[in-house]
């Protein structure tokens, strides 16, 4: 009986941290939607994260895959020459990308590099982000 006992204690982490998972409900089609709303609208994210076409125009096919950034700063600074790709958020893991869009801290712990906003979001707000993020797929 104590076997039992201390074999069931020892999966009690497995069991519970699998019902966590579980517990956590996929991103719906609201609020994918309003990532959308506020990556494209409030956050302005393809402005550097999408190139443009010869007219000036966003290239749908390329939509925030990253860019080489056509701005330079007018004396030497920090400064983030490439926009990388963050559709389908590579690199991210949902916690270190919502912590980034709540706080500015990027992977390394440090404030975003210029021209990178330091995003300021809710909660709410920076999951939903996210959501949208990981839905594009490329």
Known sequence: ??????????????????????????????????????????AMCADCHTPRDDKGQFDRTQWLLGN???????????????????????????EKAVKFLETGIDLTGKPAMWPMPQFRFNHDDAVAVVAYLRSLKH
């Open 1 to 42: 009986m104590q076997c039992k006992f201390l074999l069931l204690l020892g999966l009690a982490p497995v069991w519970f941290g699998a019902s966590l998972l579980r517990a956590q409900p996929a991103p719906d089609d609201a609020q994918i939607q309003r990532g959308k709303y506020l990556a494209e609208n409030v």
């Open 68 to 94: 080489v950034l056509d701005i330079k700063p007018d004396h030497p600074m920090p400064f983030a020459a490439v926009a990388p790709p963050i559709a389908g958020m590579p690199g991210f893991t949902d």
